[in-house]
DNA sequence: CTAGATCCTCCAGTGACTGGAGGATCAAGA
DNA sequence: TCTTGATCCTCCAGTCACTGGAGGATCTAG
């Protein structure tokens, strides 16, 4: 074989932040912040100071991304992503951690699913042009699709 | 009759912003605050300037905080409500709006029922006291997840 | 060897609350 | 009626989670 050929897979070469910026959605500045307040590590530096990232830096900060689009805390992703980091581990005492993540998760999935159907009996009568009252308040505003009552 | 009895239903007295508060789960500095941005109508005070409201001000307010929780932004409930406010008046451009707001809101669901089925794996892998590796990570940072592929 | 892009740190600003200071008002009991 | 504790008012400063600009160093392509 020639020269030019390497190993079967393309060593992977670390990102800058730009590139992580652009791969995740998240902005620089804010790749920096998560840096600062410890929900990403310290990335690694080249020579020249400049911060290096892999896949794994793509993977946490999507999962961090997505996670606060869904509306969880920065103190409830980063207990999230010790659980990961730490698989098993003192299981004990993240058992009720996780169950009570899943108990709000699950309460979301409820209110979400209301909304939706309530969203979408708009848009249907929209389709239709009919015009019929709209109950999206209603929906939301019900106690009953609380799960948990301390309110 | 008596002198005591009045009309059959109770005429409603209005609420205090801290009965509101109560029945709402959200604080008095969050009420006035939602009225300084313009979510909530600026409340009919008492002759000592104090603020009243009524059911629907609950019922809008308990809205308001769901809408919160599951992570819209001011702005989007702000839209939903001028919605709710104008039942199918200009359809033609809220339609529009509805539908992205559908579609924002299957994400999410769709998103939630990923982590969701990630996290009870955990839990359900610490009820058994086994040790598992866990993928939350790779659940929510999974692109497919995502309905919109800008970014 | 430049010129433009990208990076660095530091710091100030924004959105959505949250809470304290200082003062007025109300409601219930002595 | 008078007081006293709870509740309300406005104003303003602080917090959390970003977001962006200033000023300066470094990289990369032509």
Redesign the interface.
Known sequence: MPTMSSLPATPPSPLTIGALAKQ??VKIPTIRYYESIGLLPEAPRTDSNRRTYDGGS???L??IR??R???FEVEAIRQ??A??DD???P?RE??LL??T??AE??S??A???A??DE??R??E???Q??????????V????A??LHD??
């Open positions: 995740t959605g793509v993977r946490r999507r999962f997505h996670a689009e869904l509306g999230l992503l659980m990961a698989p098993g581990q299981c993240a058992d996780a169950r993540h899943l998760i699950e979301r999935i209110r979400l699913e909304l939706r969203v979408r708009m848009v009568g929209c389709a042009d009919q015009v019929r009252s709209c109950h999206v308040i209603e939301l505003a019900d106690h699709h609380c301390r309110h």
